[in-house]
C-alpha cells in the first residue's frame, strides 16, 4: 500500500483501554458494525468486509460494507493522546464469538481468586470483555445479549 492511499482514522479509548494499550496488554479493539446487518438471507464475513445477500429482493443484491475503521496499514490516532496504532488485521465476526485469548489481547486478562473443587476459579477474560462491553453499548441495543456483528481490529503501537 502506498503512503498516498494509507488512511489515519481517530478513536476513542476510556482510561483503563489507553493504560492497557501503554502497557502493551491491549493489541485488539471490537467495535459495532453499523448498521448491524439486516438478519435475513446469507451473510458472508471475510477480511476487511461484511457483505449481505437478501433473498427477498428481486435478483442478487449485495451490500458490502468497507471497515470504516481502515485496513491492515492503515493508522489509528487515539482522540486526545499521542498515540498511533497501526493495523495489523480487520475481520467481522459476532462478539459473542471472542476467545480467551481474543479477549486477554483486547486488554481483560481475568481474574484468578484462589483454587476451589475443580481448580482455579475466577472471572475469564471474555467475562470481563462482555461486562464492560455491556457498559458501554447495552444502552444503544448493541449489547452482549443482542450478539451485534462486529469489527475486530488488531494494531501495534507505532510510537
Not at 490516532?77 to 496504532?85: A, G
Request: proline letters at 7%; glycine letters at 10%.
Amino acid at each position: 500500500m502506498s503512503d498516498e492511499t494509507m488512511k489515519t482514522s481517530l478513536i476513542s479509548f476510556n482510561d483503563d483501554m489507553i493504560n492497557a494499550i501503554q502497557s502493551g496488554r491491549k493489541t485488539q479493539t471490537r467495535l459495532p458494525v453499523e448498521p448491524q446487518p439486516v438478519e435475513i438471507g446469507w451473510k458472508k464475513p471475510y477480511d476487511g468486509w461484511f457483505a449481505t445477500y437478501e433473498p427477498e429482493r428481486q435478483g442478487r443484491e449485495f451490500h458490502r460494507v468497507k471497515c470504516p475503521y481502515g485496513q491492515p496499514g492503515d493508522s489509528l490516532r487515539v482522540r486526545d493522546q499521542d498515540i498511533t496504532l497501526k493495523l495489523t488485521s480487520v475481520r467481522v465476526e459476532r462478539v459473542g464469538d471472542i476467545s480467551e485469548e481474543d479477549a486477554q489481547a483486547e486488554g481483560f486478562p481475568g481474574v484468578a481468586f484462589g483454587a476451589g473443587p475443580d481448580g482455579a476459579e475466577g472471572v475469564l477474560p471474555s467475562d470481563e470483555f462482555a461486562s464492560a462491553w455491556d457498559r458501554i453499548y447495552e444502552a444503544r441495543g448493541l449489547g452482549w445479549d443482542a450478539n451485534p456483528w462486529v469489527w475486530v481490529i488488531g494494531f501495534v503501537r507505532e510510537d
